[in-house]
């Protein structure tokens, strides 16, 4: 008994930090319709912030105070900084292009906490105030665990005033329902926007601060609490405060007792649950349906997909001219043009399902990652001959995608982002701390193309064969009538299904075609790179792929390959150029958005339909 | 009060207003008639600047807002009613008016809830009711009133009888004529020409996107030719 007791009081001290990021990320989501992945990475800086502030009043209780409230005012700041410089211009563009340029802040702010405080682990020294021990039925628990219970409800408490008696708060939820109306109604949306995303920024501040005394400052931080709060948020209901809490609870409650209980399963009953939650009430546990509904796609204006006879020409002759590189080419170019083959087929199954089926996944790599371990894992535990392995990468991938894809389908839009990046998000820490069966951090090494593959020349032959294939079974799929038809759940879900489409059947089997298609890919890059690590599932690799599909073009024939070549071409001049690599793709991510702000082919293929949606 | 001149809107490729001239004079009710897809709508939404117009100019009070945004525009003294009312259904009906609570520009009272709750009694009774929880016709007060809250010197008011039952309509009815005899200025978007006709005195009828007929209300009234040319009833 008393045992149930500390573990249920040490999540609930967990959830704080938790719930203070998730409730932040809800709350800018329901104003500005952005869902802000830089989140995690203020949440990373506060907990940064407060070290170096408490470090220099000289630590103590003193500097414990003086950290959070540094924290808290830096990320308020920060938030400013990144609301007016770079989500105001975004407001308009598609969610997608979006979603990528918060990720382009991730990447700038973990190279500026890698140059700041470097790579090393930075833990708070002891706070004896704060771990002064309390005894609760013969158990010892830091005082801080008390405070950091509290502190959930108080803050719950707090934003629940701030947004009921508060006219700032009354026109917070008024802008969350209709930010038109808001706008006839005479009120500047613009310091409203910039507000809370200010008060979002400085509570994942505070959260990392608070979280500072439990768990060491470090690089890792960013994407692994921006999961969990994604998880958060879609299990307690988009943009309800109650709800985000209750979330943080569970999340924290099934994480305690999980690591005592059944620490082997944990990931897996945090994903059963949220399974169940999500079956029972797709909304959340407090959600409501989504006011603002489904959002149009703006992309793929123009139904028609079968390539024009030209572009059909163009396709040969570009197959002839890759077919005659090995002649002259030498081993590392043509070990390159693998890679960027590999990458056009995860990209052009990527944009299957953003483009044809209009659904964002922001874990895309997850499927791509299963192949390469499916592949790997074949050889390394079976003994599994080369072709045998690229057979498994497919079966395994797919059944991935089978098996999340009928989850994330049943959601829409960055609701649908989200937790495909939290599926991804588990995948890798399966990946990542299951030892015995993946090898954790270390990989799986050895696993080498068979004699007859090992040449570069005759890898390059087998990628090119495989990925023209794949890719050209994915166009196919795209132009027959089960193409049309994912287009039509796209465009209007409520029509198909009445015309009989069973689009969420539709959107589940292009999700696992989809999976497949990426994990054959993965399966060609196990072989290629001679070994597998987690790093082939983490969000960054998700990231890549939309990055390739967003460069090359949404609604492009070729844009996979194009965005491939560009992205691969890209990262390998920049990383052997500067160590800052990650700064710079933010960078270019960054500019192409702005540059671009309706979309790469938005801007090129049509305007949008007139009126601020 | 407002002068509209050779209005062209846009929704992406297609064309919705086609040189669109209209104008209002300060106390005046101008009733805007036309069939679905008109362009009614459309006109009042650009006007407010929900959306962009492509051409033309629209002078209010004085001051060209073309193209202005819509909260600089509503600031001026322009109010919208939109069709869809779209109150704040999370809000309670207190709070739906505080959003749209604004001090009155120059001198006098300006409104207040309590003078809201005079004009429509039955707001009063449930300040604290959640506007999704509402009926259409209290729905249609409510977005009235917010609006009014703002003190604007001129209303635009989208087909605010549609879809009410009748009784509830002559209430509407009555409360408007009760705005106009306090010298509001309204553009008063209709299908229903016997509502339109209590209240307006003048008339501009859309069809296709351009204007075919101004002048009185109460000669268009009169006019069963046009009114079936233009409306088809």
Not at chain 1, 80 to 99: K, S, W
Not at chain 1, 264 to 269: D, F, G, Q, S
Not at chain 1, 307 to 325: E, H, N, S
Not at chain 2, 106 to 124: C, D, K, N, Q, V
Request: net charge neutral; charged share 15%; aromatic share 8%.
């Amino acid at each position: 008994m008393s045992f149930v007791v500390v573990q249920a009081l040490t999540g609930l001290a967990d959830a704080a930090s938790l719930f203070l990021v998730a409730v932040g990320l809800s709350l800018v989501f329901g104003v500005s319709r952005i869902v802000n992945f830089a989140h995690g990475s203020f949440y990373m800086l506060g907990a940064y912030a407060a070290y170096s502030a408490s470090a220099a009043v000289g630590g103590g209780l003193l500097g414990f105070v003086a950290g959070a409230a540094t924290a808290t005012a830096a990320l308020a700041g920060l938030g400013l900084v990144v609301e007016v410089g770079l989500l105001r211009r975004l407001y308009a563009a598609p969610e997608l292009l979006q979603l990528v340029a918060t990720f382009a802040v991730v990447l700038l702010v973990q190279d500026l906490a890698l140059a700041v405080w470097g790579p090393e682990d930075l833990l708070l020294p002891r706070v004896p105030a704060l771990s002064e021990p309390i005894i609760v039925l013969g158990h010892r628990l830091p005082l801080y665990d008390f405070v950091l219970i509290a502190l959930g409800p108080l803050v719950l408490a707090g934003l629940w005033l701030l947004l009921s008696r508060t006219r700032w708060g009354i026109l917070i939820r008024a802008a969350t329902e209709d930010r038109e109306m808001v706008a006839a109604l005479g009120i500047d949306q613009r310091w409203l926007f910039t507000s809370v995303f200010c008060l979002g920024a400085a509570l994942a501040g505070l959260g990392g601060a608070i979280h500072l005394p439990r768990e060491p400052a470090n690089l890792m931080m960013d994407l692994g609490i921006i999961a969990e709060a994604f998880v958060v948020v879609v299990v307690g209901g988009m943009g309800s405060m109650a709800g985000a809490y209750l979330a943080a609870v569970l999340i924290a409650e099934l994480r305690a007792f999980g690591i005592v209980l059944f620490p082997e399963i944990t990931l897996v009953l945090l994903f059963a649950v949220m399974a169940v939650i999500l079956v029972v009430r797709p909304y959340g546990l407090l959600g409501r349906p989504d006011v603002a509904g489904p959002q149009p796609s703006s992309f793929d204006p123009h139904p028609a997909s079968a390539a024009r006879q030209g572009l059909r020409l163009a396709i040969v002759a570009g197959l002839v001219g890759l077919v005659a590189v090995p002649l002259f080419a030498g081993g590392f170019t043509l070990q390159v043009m693998s890679e960027i083959f590999i990458f056009a087929l995860f990209a052009a199954s990527l944009q299957f399902i953003l483009g044809i089926g209009g659904m964002i996944s922001f874990g895309h790599a997850a499927y791509f990652g299963l192949g390469a371990y499916g592949a790997a894992l074949a050889v390394h535990h079976l003994n599994a001959s080369m072709p045998l392995a690229l057979i498994a990468a497919p079966l395994v991938g797919g059944l991935g995608a089978l098996v999340y894809g009928w989850f994330c389908v049943r959601l829409s839009g960055v609701y649908m982002a989200m937790l495909t990046l939290a599926f991804a998000q588990i995948t890798w820490s399966v990946a990542f701390q299951w030892y015995d069966f993946t090898g954790g951090d270390n990989g799986i090494l050895g696993v080498w193309p068979a004699p007859w593959a090992a040449s570069p020349s005759a890898f390059y032959y087998l990628s090119l064969a495989v990925v023209t294939i794949a890719i050209w079974l994915l166009r196919r799929i795209s132009a027959a009538p089960f193409g049309f038809a994912l287009r039509a759940g796209r465009d209007a879900g409520d029509r198909a299904e009445a015309l009989g489409v069973d689009v969420r059947r539709q959107r589940w089997l292009a999700f696992s075609v989809a999976g497949a298609a990426a994990a054959t890919g993965g399966g060609l890059y196990a072989f290629l790179k001679g070994s597998v690590f987690p790093d082939v599932l983490a969000i960054p690799m998700s990231v890549d792929g939309l990055v390739m599909v967003l460069l090359g073009g949404i609604d492009r024939a070729l844009g996979p390959l194009v965005g491939a070549a560009t992205f691969t071409g890209l990262k390998i001049t920049i990383s052997s150029a500067t160590d800052l690599w990650r700064s710079l793709l933010g960078g270019i991510i960054i500019a192409v958005v702005l540059i671009f702000p309706r979309g790469i082919l938005g801007t090129v293929g049509g305007q949008r339909r007139g009126g601020a949606k | 009060m407002l002068s509209v001149h050779g209005l062209e809107t846009c929704y992406g490729s297609a064309q919705a207003l086609f040189g669109v001239d209209l104008e209002v004079a300060d106390g005046e009710v101008m009733a805007l008639l036309g069939r679905n897809g008109a362009g009614k709508s459309t006109l009042l939404k650009s006007i407010i600047g929900l959306v962009h117009p492509a051409a033309g100019s629209i002078v209010f009070a004085g001051e060209e807002i073309a193209g202005d945004p819509t909260h600089r525009i509503s600031r001026h003294g322009i109010g919208y009613v939109p069709e869809e009312r779209r109150i704040f259904t999370g809000l309670s009906v207190a709070e739906n008016l505080a959003v749209g609570r604004r001090p009155p520009g120059g001198s006098g009272a300006g409104w207040t809830a309590e003078r809201i709750y005079e004009l429509f009694p039955p707001l009063s009774a449930m300040r604290r009711r959640r506007g999704g929880a509402m009926s259409g016709g209290e729905q249609q007060m409510l977005a009235i009133a917010r609006t009014l809250m703002g003190n604007p010197r001129m209303i635009l008011l989208d087909e605010p009888s549609q879809g009410l039952a009748p009784r509830v309509v002559t209430a509407l009815a009555n409360a408007l004529e009760g705005l106009k005899r306090q010298g509001m200025t309204v553009l008063l978007s209709e299908q229903n020409v016997r509502f339109a006709e209590r209240l307006a005195d003048r008339a501009t009828v859309l069809e296709t996107g351009q204007v075919r007929w101004v002048g009185t209300m109460a000669a268009f009234a009169a006019d069963i030719e046009a009114q079936h040319d233009l409306l088809h009833v």
